[in-house]
Every structure is written in structure tokens, then in C-alpha cells.
């Protein structure tokens, strides 16, 4: 093995392990900080593959964007800080989710397995790798059109929110059919 | 490096977010579970675009889009469970049960 594989194998137990705390943990702001954990892990994987660009988005959006816009919602549903017993559902259910879970990996595992062992990744040899030079040309010179559309989606995503979290609209609509 | 370690760890990522979004009870840690899952996805494209050497980069560019179209879900699906806390002042999913508003059946 060589370090490069020594340090995925290494991060990326790191990864799986704090993904099941962020599933199993009884503390819901426990939770967020392990996705923390989980999105940076899965970032240095990203680096270690040599994917730098969407190495350092993954840090700016998911662990500076995503996991602040979780902390702020469990804090406006004020959410209990310490442990809470009622973040899990029923026993019974929660040994359909593992079995549903276990089985989805336990197949998916296999079919991997039998696809693609034996096939190596050859990292180092391709200088350009994913570097913010060769993932911005992609970007604005192959994919600029979805980029674009993109763009569009996140406008209507900011409006949507909008819409969703004012108080004063909906009120007179319900008004007018009332009468 | 061989292609089998990063889609394990995907695969794994997967399973936990498929756990997560069935057993918790809890609005925002589904939501918290869908990245999980998101991010198993997401490490799959890359891999892939690494080991086929894509000229397009396609696999890191569709992990740009996955990552972006994640913010927006996040923020829309927040704001879905703020609206659904003002209305019925919980975020426990097993207490929604009702589909429509209770009294508008027995004004009409």
C-alpha cells in the first residue's frame, strides 16, 4: 500500500465513523458537529483523489454554508440542547431502517465488488488533475450553459425561501377566500 | 490507488444516510441524513471522473452542481420545517399526520 491509500483507508474510516454518530448520537447539536467531521473527511478524500476545486467548495459550502443553515434551523425549532429521547423512532422501526440499510449496502457492496475489483486508479500521472485552472475551464467553457441554468435554480430556491418564511403573505389570500 | 476504496466508502455513506432518514424522528436530522447520502454520490462522480480521466471533467463538474442544488435544498427544506414548526409548533415528523387543516371540512 502506498501512503496515499494508507491515508484514504485512515480518513475515510474517519468519514464512515462520524456519519453513523450523525445518525445514532442523542444530542441534536452532537449531530451537526459530526457532519462536520463527516463533510471535511469527505473533502480530504477529495483532495487525496486529486479533485482540489471541489475539495475546497465541499469546505466552503457544505461545512461553512450547509451545516451553519442546520445549526440556525435547529435553533429556530429550538431544539433541545443536551440529550433528548425522542430523536429516534420506535425500536421496530429503527430495525427496519438498519435491515433496509444493510441490505441496500450488502447488494450495492456486491455488484461493486464485482465490477470494479482489480481496477486501479492511477493518480499523479495526469498533471492538470482537478486543479481550480483545469475544473474553471471545464467549467465556463463545457458546462457554461448549465452553469447558467444553475443560476436560475438558485434564484428560485432564494425566492421559494423567501416566499416560505414571511409572515405577512398567505394572510390576505386566506382572507379573501374566507369571505 | 485501487477504484474499490473510494466506492466502498460511498457505498457505506449511502447505507448510513438510508439509516439515518428512516430511523430519525427529528425534521432537520433527515435532512442531515439526505446529505449523507448526497455526499456518497458525490464521492462516486469523483471517483469515477478520476480513474476515467475524463477530458470534460465531467464527474467533478456534476459534484459542483450536486454540492450547489444541496445548498438550495437545504435552505428551501428549512425553510419548509420553520413554516412547519409555526403551524404546529413541532419538528417531530411522526406528529404530522394531518393533510389538511381540521375545520375547513365542517364550515362548508
New interface residues.
Given amino acids: 500500500m502506498?501512503a496515499?491509500?494508507v491515508l484514504?483507508?485512515l480518513v475515510?474510516a474517519v468519514?464512515?465513523g462520524s456519519?453513523?454518530m450523525?445518525?445514532t448520537t442523542r444530542q441534536?447539536v452532537h449531530?451537526?458537529l459530526w457532519?462536520v467531521v463527516?463533510?471535511g473527511s469527505?473533502a480530504a478524500?477529495?483532495l487525496?483523489?486529486?479533485?482540489e476545486?471541489?475539495a475546497w467548495?465541499?469546505i466552503l459550502?457544505?461545512v461553512g454554508?450547509?451545516v451553519v443553515?442546520?445549526l440556525?434551523?435547529?435553533m429556530?425549532?429550538?431544539?433541545p440542547i443536551g440529550f433528548s429521547d425522542?430523536?429516534?423512532?420506535p425500536v421496530l422501526?429503527?430495525v427496519?431502517?438498519?435491515v433496509?440499510?444493510?441490505a441496500?449496502?450488502g447488494i450495492?457492496?456486491t455488484a461493486?465488488?464485482d465490477a470494479?475489483?482489480?481496477?486501479?486508479?492511477a493518480?499523479g500521472d495526469?498533471p492538470r488533475?482537478?486543479s481550480s485552472a483545469?475544473?474553471g475551464a471545464?467549467?465556463f467553457r463545457?458546462?457554461v450553459l448549465?452553469?447558467e441554468v444553475?443560476s436560475v435554480?438558485?434564484l428560485a430556491?432564494?425566492v421559494?425561501?423567501i416566499v416560505?418564511?414571511r409572515r405577512d403573505v398567505g394572510v390576505d389570500q386566506g382572507e379573501l377566500t374566507g369571505r | 490507488m485501487p477504484l474499490l476504496m473510494p466506492l466502498v466508502v460511498a457505498t457505506l455513506l449511502f447505507a448510513i444516510g438510508i439509516y439515518g432518514v428512516l430511523a430519525r424522528r427529528n425534521a432537520i436530522l433527515v435532512l442531515m441524513s439526505v446529505e449523507l447520502m448526497l455526499n456518497a454520490v458525490n464521492l462516486n462522480l469523483v471517483a469515477f471522473d478520476v480513474w476515467l480521466r475524463d477530458e470534460l471533467l465531467s464527474g467533478q463538474v456534476f459534484t459542483l452542481f450536486i454540492i450547489t442544488i444541496a445548498a438550495a435544498e437545504v435552505g428551501l427544506g428549512l425553510a419548509i420545517v420553520l413554516l412547519v414548526f409555526r403551524n404546529s409548533a413541532t419538528s417531530q415528523l411522526d406528529d404530522l399526520l394531518e393533510l389538511r387543516e381540521p375545520d375547513v371540512g365542517a364550515t362548508r
Fill in positions: 502506498t496515499v491509500e484514504f483507508a475515510g468519514a464512515v456519519a453513523l450523525v445518525v441534536l449531530a451537526a457532519l463527516t463533510l469527505v478524500l477529495y487525496l483523489l486529486s479533485a476545486f471541489v467548495v465541499q459550502i457544505y454554508a450547509v443553515l442546520l440556525f434551523g435547529l429556530l425549532t429550538r431544539a425522542n430523536l429516534d423512532a422501526q429503527r427496519a431502517a438498519a433496509t440499510a444493510g441496500a449496502a450495492t457492496l461493486v465488488v470494479f475489483s482489480g481496477k486501479h486508479i493518480l495526469d488533475g482537478g483545469t475544473a471545464a467549467l463545457s458546462w448549465p452553469f444553475l435554480l438558485l430556491a432564494l421559494g425561501a416560505l418564511s
